[in-house]
């Protein structure tokens, strides 16, 4: 073995462990706000917390997520993506912690319900304003380490990491109910493991993380051409970001219904429902990983079809929601959603990353970041005080929402064009044209996958084997 091939090895298994330190941090993070997501409805309930204020306790937060992300996704261009990372862990930890404590006092009555819905806002706005930098810093890292060809999967398998977390908050939160410290002893786990993943962020994770690129003076162009017209303007990115928001407010809608949905499904105490959303939870949670570790890579799945199935099978999710009789169809359909929602996810997140500049991944990071928390600010309140007087409403919307996000993805030709690979023929699958004829075999490089279908992808390539045959007639008549 060379030396050479050594430091090859070396260097992808140190890549693997420090994308597996960045996958934990995500899946610590996903699991604490989906543990606390899955035992909210019922604090509200057992403390007298209105449910639209339930959701609202959010709102604050999201809104100083979406503003603060940009910031840290820009400082992780200046200072390294770990100091950020850990800094948002941090933010996490006493966010999490302060929240036990105040959720602890008001179930023991020590305070009253309107001082625990201004205490659980304020200490999440903590989460909001600092814990908002480790995502975009995240993001940023493993854009930074893999080619456009690896990144679909790359950033799939970190969205993964906030599917695993989704799984494991639900499934552990309940084991956490403690006698002496009840719905708040989740809460407290969760912040122990973050503190925990923190330390591994400073003591394992390599500081220099920023690579050079080629070329300062192109890299200050490529992102000056993408910040041009603001990110939410700029033809190539802006349609993903759109796309983003729209779908992840109808996931948002989902998520913050869906424990107030079984509730009433079940016709049970808050407490006694608690198990029933956990499976829900954790049901919607598994068919969404499924979608991004399992399908999207046995199909090899591009952005422009991850946009395409994700908005349409979360749009038939929601309508099966919508006409659910009991809670068994509720649990279905919320899982169908999901897979779809799984898709769209690692779809918008690939495509807006491709469609910018080395210079720019720090932006787009932070843009995405930005909008997954501008889908809670408003969408929970609204989707949850639209359940509360009209139970079909919330879901009707999220259909007709998703069913006209089917529709821009198929007619915006940013979203069409998303991950595809150029296709030049299979002139383009061989290794030397030259040699055509002179006994050189083509040999594929790539999948070439439209969304125009598989027959006029079918039809190209006759086409191009007839332009390949006459080339080889042409070559064996040469002298």
Same mark, same amino acid.
């Given at each position: 073995?060379?030396?050479?091939?050594?430091?090859?090895?070396?260097?992808?298994?140190?890549?693997?462990?420090?994308?597996? @330190? /960045?996958?934990?941090?995500?899946?610590?993070?996903?699991?604490?706000?989906?543990?606390?997501?899955? %035992?909210?409805?019922?604090?509200?309930?057992?403390?007298?917390?209105?449910?639209?204020?339930?959701?609202?306790?959010?709102?604050?937060?999201?809104?100083?997520?979406?503003?603060?992300?940009? @910031?840290?996704?820009?400082?992780?261009?200046?200072?390294?993506?770990?100091?950020?990372?850990?800094?948002?862990?941090?933010?996490? /930890?006493?966010?999490?912690?302060?929240?036990?404590? @105040?959720? *602890?006092?008001?179930?023991?009555?020590?305070?009253?319900?309107?001082? /625990?819905?201004?205490? !659980?806002?304020?200490?999440?706005?903590?989460?909001?304003?600092?814990?908002?930098?480790?995502?975009?810093?995240?993001?940023?890292? $493993? +854009?930074?380490?893999?080619?456009?060809?690896?990144?679909?999967?790359?950033?799939?398998?970190?969205?993964?990491? !906030?599917?695993?977390?989704?799984?494991?908050?639900?499934?552990?939160?309940?084991?956490?109910?403690?006698?002496?410290?009840? !719905?708040?002893?989740?809460?407290?786990?969760?912040?122990?493991?973050?503190? +925990?993943?923190?330390?591994?962020?400073?003591?394992?994770?390599?500081?220099?993380?920023?690579?050079?690129?080629?070329?300062?003076?192109?890299?200050?162009?490529?992102?000056?051409?993408? *910040?041009?017209?603001?990110?939410?303007?700029?033809?190539?990115?802006?349609?993903?970001?759109?796309?983003?928001?729209? $779908?992840?407010?109808?996931?948002?809608?989902?998520?913050?219904?869906?424990?107030?949905?079984?509730?009433?499904? %079940?016709?049970?105490?808050?407490?006694?429902? =608690?198990?029933?959303?956990?499976?829900?939870?954790?049901?919607?949670?598994?068919?969404?990983?499924? +979608?991004?570790?399992?399908?999207?890579?046995?199909?090899?799945?591009?952005?422009?079809?991850?946009?395409?199935?994700?908005?349409? *099978? &979360?749009?038939?999710?929601?309508?099966?929601?919508?006409?659910?009789?009991?809670?068994? +169809?509720?649990?279905?359909?919320? &899982? *169908?959603?999901?897979?779809?929602?799984? !898709?769209?996810?690692?779809?918008?997140?690939?495509?807006?990353?491709?469609?910018?500049?080395?210079?720019? =991944?720090?932006?787009?990071?932070?843009?995405?970041?930005?909008?997954?928390?501008?889908?809670?600010?408003?969408?929970?309140?609204?989707? $949850?005080?639209?359940?509360?007087?009209?139970?079909?409403?919330?879901?009707?919307?999220?259909? @007709?929402? #998703?069913?006209?996000?089917?529709?821009? $993805?198929?007619?915006?030709?940013?979203?069409?064009?998303?991950?595809?690979?150029?296709?030049?023929?299979?002139?383009?699958?061989?290794?030397?044209?030259?040699? /055509?004829? #002179?006994?050189?075999?083509?040999?594929?490089?790539?999948?070439?996958?439209?969304?125009?279908?598989?027959?006029?992808?079918?039809?190209?390539?006759?086409?191009?084997?007839?332009?390949?045959?006459?080339?080889?007639?042409?070559?064996? #008549?040469?002298?």
């Amino acid at each position: 073995m060379t030396v050479t091939h050594k430091r090859s090895i070396i260097a992808d298994d140190t890549r693997r462990r420090d994308f597996a @330190i /960045v996958f934990a941090v995500m899946m610590a993070v996903a699991a604490g706000n989906s543990g606390l997501q899955s %035992v909210l409805p019922a604090i509200g309930r057992e403390i007298g917390i209105p449910d639209p204020l339930v959701a609202g306790i959010f709102s604050l937060s999201a809104l100083l997520w979406t503003l603060s992300a940009p @910031i840290w996704a820009r400082a992780s261009d200046r200072r390294g993506r770990k100091p950020l990372i850990a800094i948002g862990l941090l933010g996490f /930890v006493v966010s999490m912690s302060g929240c036990a404590v @105040i959720v *602890l006092a008001g179930l023991h009555k020590l305070i009253g319900p309107l001082v /625990v819905f201004i205490g !659980f806002a304020l200490m999440r706005s903590l989460f909001g304003l600092i814990g908002s930098a480790s995502n975009p810093a995240g993001q940023a890292y $493993v +854009a930074d380490r893999t080619s456009k060809e690896e990144r679909t999967d790359a950033l799939a398998t970190l969205a993964g990491a !906030f599917g695993v977390g989704t799984v494991l908050g639900p499934a552990i939160a309940p084991y956490f109910v403690l006698p002496g410290v009840s !719905f708040s002893g989740p809460m407290f786990a969760f912040a122990i493991a973050a503190l +925990a993943c923190l330390v591994v962020v400073l003591r394992m994770l390599p500081p220099s993380e920023i690579p050079k690129q080629p070329s300062f003076e192109a890299e200050r162009a490529g992102r000056k051409s993408l *910040l041009q017209f603001g990110l939410w303007r700029n033809p190539k990115v802006a349609p993903f970001l759109w796309y983003g928001f729209l $779908v992840g407010s109808a996931q948002a809608v989902n998520g913050y219904t869906l424990g107030f949905l079984v509730i009433d499904k %079940v016709h049970m105490s808050p407490t006694q429902a =608690q198990g029933f959303i956990q499976v829900a939870m954790m049901g919607g949670a598994v068919a969404g990983l499924m +979608a991004q570790w399992g399908l999207i890579r046995i199909f090899h799945m591009k952005p422009n079809h991850l946009l395409l199935w994700g908005a349409g *099978l &979360a749009g038939l999710g929601n309508l099966f929601i919508t006409l659910a009789p009991n809670y068994g +169809a509720v649990v279905t359909a919320y &899982a *169908l959603a999901s897979i779809g929602f799984g !898709f769209a996810r690692p779809g918008f997140t690939a495509g807006a990353s491709l469609a910018a500049p080395p210079g720019g =991944q720090g932006d787009v990071a932070g843009a995405i970041t930005a909008v997954n928390g501008s889908c809670i600010i408003i969408t929970p309140i609204l989707g $949850v005080w639209l359940y509360d007087h009209l139970h079909w409403a919330p879901f009707t919307i999220n259909t @007709i929402v #998703l069913a006209a996000m089917v529709v821009v $993805v198929l007619t915006n030709r940013e979203l069409i064009a998303a991950g595809r690979t150029p296709d030049t023929g299979l002139e383009a699958e061989v290794t030397d044209p030259a040699q /055509v004829g #002179l006994g050189e075999t083509p040999r594929p490089v790539s999948a070439v996958m439209t969304p125009s279908g598989a027959i006029s992808q079918l039809g190209r390539r006759l086409r191009a084997v007839r332009r390949l045959e006459a080339r080889r007639k042409k070559a064996r #008549l040469r002298p």
